[in-house]
């Protein structure tokens, strides 16, 4: 069966240091990954997905940056935090367009 | 105005009670999903539909894609089923529009 991992669960960071949030999918092979964003009291926001290893688009403009560097293996990373960048950050992978998406157990990143 | 409309933003329902929540949208698109999320923040996938109707245990989703609307409609409603409800559509472009989410809570 398919697995999806994120790591941290949590996480605090001063504003303008760096960020790396990982997202692994176990049990399938070239999934669509997408980083969502749900800030506060608001929506989710789809930020990049990939179609495959380093395909990248992105939704919309910011702060951060997405990276696929293995096939099940999809990185959100900044090199400097704004206070905005707080939320709580979802991954998913889906077998491709138009299909079911499966989430992670989500990020939640307090930029203080 | 947003591309994906939904309500009602909040909901109380007594436990056995009938729920609809409903969401417009004004893209095109290739699927329509539900999605279920929990206090802690996980979210779960309901639902994917395209046309028709689909049913899961109490749940049922039904799109009508002329009218560009679809409902969600829990039957016997409990407790366990509180939760915030998004409804988000998948254009042909692999965007997705989300709505703002229905926060529902079951009392028992």
């Known amino acids: 069966s398919q697995t999806i991992h994120q790591w941290p669960a949590t996480l605090v960071q001063p504003v303008g240091s760096p960020l790396s949030l990982e997202c692994t999918v176990e049990g399938t092979s070239n999934p669509n990954l997408y980083w969502y964003r749900q800030a506060a009291g608001r929506g989710l926001q789809l930020l990049f997905y990939?179609?495959?290893?380093?395909?990248i688009s992105s939704e919309v403009p910011q702060n951060l940056s997405a990276s696929r560097p293995q096939d099940r293996q999809f990185i959100l990373s900044s090199k400097k935090l704004l206070l905005s960048d707080s939320g709580f950050y979802l991954c998913a992978w889906s077998a491709g367009h138009a299909y079911e998406q499966y989430f992670g157990p989500g990020t939640r990143l307090t930029v203080t | 105005k947003n591309e994906v409309e939904q309500s009602p933003q909040n909901l109380t329902a007594q436990e056995g009670e009938f729920i609809t929540i409903n969401c417009s949208y004004s893209v095109g698109i290739s699927a329509l999903h539900w999605l279920q999320q929990h206090p802690g923040g996980g979210i779960v996938s309901l639902f994917m539909l395209s046309s028709g109707k689909k049913k899961h245990g109490r749940l049922i989703a039904t799109i009508n894609i002329q009218e560009k609307h679809s409902s969600l409609h829990i039957t016997a409603s409990h407790p366990r089923d509180s939760a915030v409800y998004i409804c988000a559509a998948n254009n042909t472009g692999n965007q997705f529009y989300f709505g703002t989410g229905t926060s529902l809570t079951v009392i028992p």
């Open positions: 990939s179609v495959g290893i380093g395909q």
